[in-house]
């Protein structure tokens, strides 16, 4: 069983509107995540990062943390044609050795 | 400009024939890791370094080696390659394997 898991997508959402991107974890031990994005052929940069419980709001992008469930959420509002890429989900190892990264989901902003 | 650098960016070698690529940070990083990129797959961890002198293995490292002999250079060495290492390859630093880590541009390496 993969530790970080996300639905591949695509995730096709109108511009303007909500994207909404999930990603549950299997270590209950991880204390830190972070969500990249990565447009095709390019590195992954970072968007946010989250260690507590609750939101984390940074511009369009809100990040959500629900240690008890396991489960990281990145709500884009206003999305636009540029937000569409690959979208990473990532936690550090309960032993804080290793960033373990999902297999990301497909974004695509229509305009 | 704080950066990591990878290089070559694009290879295209045969089957056994060895090869290094080489990643360099410049912001003084004592985590190093290197990742593989497959389609459907994510990245995935191959080997990581917390210091100098300190690597270990991740979560897919059969068929590569490193080194980490200075604090700025963390090469990978596929000694025998094949063509199922054909892939995209990251190198990344960052503080520790807590904080942002940082990319480089990545190197397509395909093993014909």
């Known amino acids: 069983q993969k530790e970080v898991e996300q639905n591949s997508g695509p995730l096709s959402v109108p511009e303007g509107a909500i994207a909404s991107l999930n990603c549950t974890y299997s270590?209950?031990?991880?204390?830190?995540f972070f969500w990249y994005r990565q447009y095709s052929g390019k590195s992954p940069e970072l968007i946010m990062s989250i260690y507590s419980n609750g939101d984390k709001e940074d511009g369009r992008f809100t990040a959500q943390l629900n240690k008890a469930s396991q489960y990281v959420s990145l709500l884009i509002r206003d999305s636009q044609p540029s937000d569409s890429a690959t979208y990473l989900c990532a936690g550090v190892s309960e032993y804080g050795n290793k960033l373990v990264f999902g297999a990301g989901t497909i974004l695509r902003v229509k305009s | 400009e704080a950066q990591v650098t990878q290089n070559p960016r694009y290879l295209i070698t045969v089957t056994g024939k060895k090869l290094t690529v080489t990643c360099s940070q410049n912001?003084?990083?004592?985590?190093m890791s290197w990742y593989r990129q497959d389609p459907g797959l994510g990245l995935r961890q191959i080997y990581y370094s917390m210091n100098v002198e300190v690597t270990d293995k991740g979560d897919v490292p059969e068929g590569y080696k490193v080194s980490r002999k200075e604090k700025r250079n963390f090469p990978l060495i596929l000694e025998s390659p094949s063509p199922n290492q054909t892939s995209l390859y990251f190198c990344?630093?960052?503080?520790?394997?807590?904080?942002?880590?940082?990319f480089g541009e990545g190197s397509w390496l395909t093993v014909v």
């Open positions: 990344a630093s960052s503080w520790d394997s807590g904080n942002t880590i940082y």
């Open positions: 270590d209950r031990g991880s204390q830190s």
């Open positions: 912001m003084n990083h004592e985590y």
